[in-house]
């Protein structure tokens, strides 16, 4: 079973930055080469939005409006992991972040990691 674990969240200040990572784990018969990933989000009484998302050769990316132009995301295909850097963070970032795995009509998710955003 495809194991997903987010990592890297924490308090920062509004204006600050944060990198999370994803560590993927479990593959049998595909690896995390053949699944293209998301990163999610989800604030206290909202529902999970998203946020960016990277195909599985990493040549391509997408990101949700609130996000554009502050956040990136990455992956390294070597290591099994994807990650999220994020720069000019505001208080509205502030949510627990889902990464998530997708290949073709199946999607796997992690735990989630909380990132505070407050001064």
């Known amino acids: 079973q495809v194991h997903l674990v987010e990592s890297g969240g924490g308090v920062v200040q509004p204006g600050g930055s944060l990198t999370l990572s994803c560590a993927a784990s479990g593959f049998t018969d595909f690896t995390f080469s053949d699944y293209a990933m998301n990163w999610y989000r989800q604030a206290p009484g909202r529902q999970r939005e998203f946020v960016a998302a990277i195909t599985r050769a990493g040549d391509n990316t997408i990101y949700g409006d609130s996000v554009k132009g502050r956040f990136t995301i990455s992956r390294d295909n070597a290591k099994n992991e994807m990650y999220l850097q994020m720069n000019s963070l505001k208080l509205e970032d502030t949510g627990v972040y889902y990464c998530?795995?997708?290949?073709?009509?199946?999607?796997?998710w992690g735990q989630g990691t909380q990132v505070t955003v407050s001064s």
């Open positions: 998530n795995g997708v290949r073709g009509s199946r999607g796997y």
